[in-house]
Structures are given as structure tokens and as C-alpha cells.
């Protein structure tokens, strides 16, 4: 079993009682008998830094390490995540120079003394340059604290969700920006996954499906023969690795070529606060630019903590067809005979 595994979860609750009681984090490591990654994080001796910042503690091997784990156990929740770990997409390095093959060299056999054909190569460069994803809960003080087992699993499964839809909404709408081919949906989704095939398919590429909710339920229901799709999760339809991702607009399929396209996810920070106060809206209106009077509730009036979970990631097509977006999907089921 991977010893980090529930580090990012001891974290949590280190924090939040360190924030209550106002005992140093080293005190609450040993007091609670934390898992020893756990402990090394809380007690490491690195200054002007915090776990809020996930660069920062991106320095830890522990952090890293224990970041890596908490990725992984996103499963199914995360589209992006799932084409990461299953090598779909191509990973590369944060805070540099990539390049996609656009046009590949072609290898020759010449007879003695017959001319040798020189290929070209041209390269699509960009900087993966990083973003950070920040996936904000409120929870109950009580829940984080209990240490019972029924408590962490779902304080785990809480955090696990909410980071899976930020990462997920930050870098499907990174790539789709980039996406020149886009089109409107018909009422046939024959034609429909046709044109989106010939747009991306090179014959050379690992070619991978993503879908909003409401997509993955029609492709679920074609009923077809031409796949196993399931409404959640990962999949398959087409013969292709099918995701389900909430981080999609509703009526959005994408189709993408994961050999064009790079992208990583470098590290995981935490950071809590007991006196907030909060707009509970998946749409706040509440911002600097154009203030809207909405309610607020009080997280220290509630008894409540929120929990902030930051990811750094980065996303980016390599060349312009890379990725073909379909919108406006309501396909009808299809009834067979």
C-alpha cells in the first residue's frame, strides 16, 4: 500500500485543528500519530512558505510524492487526470519549451550510389506554461476533526471530487480555446462522429473521446453495438477511451488526439480557513469588477471550515487539429428493431 496515500487527508486535519487549538503543526503530527510522510511534511524546516502554495510545496519529496497519490486516486472523476495516467496524453515537463511533431521525418532504403531523399520535420513550439486550479469545500468542523474511519472516507471522497471538476474545467478549457474545429451538433450522430474523425484522426495519434454529463447519457443510450459506453467514469465507445467530465459545458463532445497534445499536473496544496465568508453559489456574483448583493454565510458562525485544494497544471495542443469540439448535442436514443 502507497504510504501516501492519505497524506493530503492528514494534512487537512492537522491544519484545521492547528487552527483551532493554535498548537505548532509539529505538536499535532505527533499528537495525532499521523502517517510518517505526514509528518515529515508538518515538521519540515523550510520558511516563507506554507502548504497553500502548491509551488512551494512542490520542494518537499514527501509533497510531491504524496501529491502524486492524491492524482491517482481521482479515478474516473477527473477526465484530464485519467488521460494522464493512462498515457493518452503526452506528458512534459511545467515551466518550459515544447514542441508537437507536426511533419515527421520519413526513413528511406537507397541502392549504392542512388540519392538519398532528405525529409523534413517542422515543430508546433509552445511553453507549457502552468496554471493553478483551486477547488474550494466547506465542511463541518466536526466531520474533518473525527478520526473515525467512516469520517476521513468522506472527507476524502469530498476533496477528491472537488479537486477532479476544478482540474477538469481549468485545462478542457484551455485546450478547447485553442481548438480551431468546432462544430453544431445535428440529429445525426453518425455524420456528426464522421466529421469529428476526419478532423483529428491522422492514423498516427492515441485518440481519445471526453463528454459532458449529459452527452455521455445519449452516447450510452445510441445503443449501437459500436461500444461499451458508460454515462460515468471511463469508457469506451468507438474503441476509443470514452471520459465523462462535469467540467464540460452541457451538449459538449470532444474528440482528441493525445499524441498532439501536452500536459502535466506538478503539485498539490492546501490551505483552510475557519473565517471566511462565502457565497454559496456554483456561479458567484460577488466579485471586484461588478459587485452583486448576495447572500453570505459566516464559515465561524457555522462551526465551518472551507478547504482550499490547489493544483498545478498545464494543457496545450500542439498543433491547431489537435482537437475537435462538437457542441449543442442532443442526440435522440436509438430504439433497435
Given at each position: ?20 487549538t ?10 495525532l500519530?499521523?502517517?510518517?510522510p505526514?509528518q ?25 510524492a ?22 493518452i ?10 514542441g508537437?511533431?507536426?511533419?515527421g ?10 540519392a ?8 508546433d ?13 466547506v ?28 482540474l477538469?474545467?481549468?485545462?478542457l478549457?484551455?485546450?478547447?480555446s ?15 462522429l ?8 491522422s492514423?498516427?495519434?492515441?485518440l481519445a ?7 455521455g447519457?445519449s452516447?450510452a ?11 460515468e ?20 463532445l ?12 506538478e ?10 465568508t ?5 456561479e ?29 497544471f ?6 491547431p ?17
Open positions: 500500500m502507497n504510504e501516501h496515500a492519505g497524506t493530503i487527508l492528514a494534512l487537512v486535519r492537522a491544519l484545521v485543528i492547528c487552527e483551532r493554535g498548537e505548532p503543526l509539529s505538536d499535532v503530527a505527533d499528537r500519530r499521523m502517517p510518517a505526514a515529515r511534511i508538518l515538521k519540515a524546516a523550510i520558511a516563507a512558505g506554507s502548504l497553500g502554495d502548491p509551488q512551494w510545496a512542490g520542494q518537499l519529496a514527501d509533497m510531491a504524496a501529491s502524486s497519490a492524491f492524482l491517482q486516486s481521482l479515478g474516473g472523476r477527473s477526465a484530464f487526470g485519467a488521460l494522464l495516467d493512462q498515457g496524453l503526452t506528458r512534459a515537463p511545467l515551466h518550459s519549451r515544447v508537437a511533431v507536426a511533419e521525418a520519413v526513413a528511406a532504403v537507397s541502392g549504392e550510389g542512388r538519398r531523399p532528405v525529409s523534413r520535420m517542422t515543430l513550439g509552445d511553453a507549457l506554461s502552468p496554471q493553478q486550479a483551486d477547488a474550494i469545500i465542511l463541518s468542523r466536526e466531520v474533518i476533526e473525527n478520526s473515525s474511519a467512516a469520517s476521513q472516507a468522506f472527507v476524502s471522497r469530498q476533496l477528491r471530487r472537488a479537486v477532479a471538476k476544478a477538469d474545467a481549468g485545462a478549457s484551455t485546450l478547447i485553442s481548438a480551431t474545429p468546432t462544430f453544431a451538433a445535428t440529429t445525426n450522430h453518425v455524420s456528426d464522421k466529421q469529428m474523425l476526419d478532423t483529428v484522426n492514423g498516427e495519434g492515441r473521446w471526453i463528454a459532458a454529463p449529459d452527452v447519457n452516447i443510450l445510441l445503443n449501437d453495438g459500436r461500444g461499451t459506453a458508460s454515462p467514469g471511463v469508457s469506451e465507445f468507438l474503441g476509443l477511451p470514452l471520459a465523462i467530465s462535469p467540467g464540460l459545458a452541457a451538449g459538449t470532444v474528440l482528441l488526439d493525445g499524441d498532439r497534445i501536452l500536459a502535466d499536473v503539485a498539490i496544496g492546501v490551505d483552510i480557513s475557519r473565517f471566511a462565502l457565497q454559496m453559489n456554483d458567484p456574483t460577488m466579485d471586484a469588477t461588478t459587485p452583486t448583493a448576495t447572500p453570505v454565510v459566516s464559515l465561524w458562525q457555522t462551526n465551518s471550515v472551507g478547504i482550499k485544494i490547489s493544483a498545478l498545464g494543457a496545450v495542443a500542439g498543433t487539429d489537435a482537437i475537435a469540439v462538437l457542441t449543442n448535442v442532443e442526440w435522440p436514443p436509438v430504439v433497435s428493431g
